[in-house]
């Protein structure tokens, strides 16, 4: 990630007017276009909660965002997405503080610093893959062209006769 403060998403840039006259994204990733995903497989280990964040996490993937190399961080965001729903159902149950089991204080709910953990997890592995608005106008997608090589040289033209 560069540094700085965050850009706009494109399509707040178009509603704005775009105040800065800098070139919009056009190849931004389009967050509700239906199209194909790259079928990566459900990690062994996991449970079938997790499993079914994994699934989720894919289909709400903007197209042509993820690919096989984003495994591990997939991995990462989906852990922390599955910890942080965990430590919710937990402090729903018992409340933001609760009695100290030996004393009877009252403290936090430990599952609170396990929500807030992560979550910031959860964000920061959110925006390597391009999941927010702001991480999207960062990211540009170039569609594959049907019926032609995607090979590195396809867009030079011919320089003979």
């Not at 560069?2 to 105040?19: D, E, M, Q, S």
């Not at 699934?55 to 922390?80: K, R, S, Y």
Request: positive net charge.
């Amino acid at each position: 990630m560069r540094p700085g403060t965050k850009p706009k998403p494109t399509w707040l840039k178009v509603i704005a007017g775009n105040p800065g006259c800098r070139p919009l994204n056009t190849n931004e990733p389009d967050a509700l276009a239906v199209g194909e995903l790259v079928n990566m497989p459900v990690p062994e280990d996991f449970t079938p909660e997790m499993a079914a964040v994994w699934a989720a996490t894919l289909a709400a993937a903007p197209p042509g965002l993820l690919a096989n190399i984003d495994q591990a961080v997939l991995i990462v965001f989906v852990t922390a997405k599955w910890a942080h729903m965990d430590a919710v159902k937990h402090v729903t149950k018992y409340g933001m503080m609760i009695r100290a089991p030996i004393t009877g204080v009252p403290m936090h709910n430990p599952y609170l610093n396990t929500m807030n953990a992560q979550a910031k997890i959860m964000l920061r592995a959110a925006a390597e893959m391009g999941f927010t608005p702001s991480s999207r106008s960062r990211v540009s997608v170039n569609p594959k062209r049907k019926g032609t090589a995607q090979g590195g040289f396809d867009d030079l033209k011919d320089l003979g006769d």
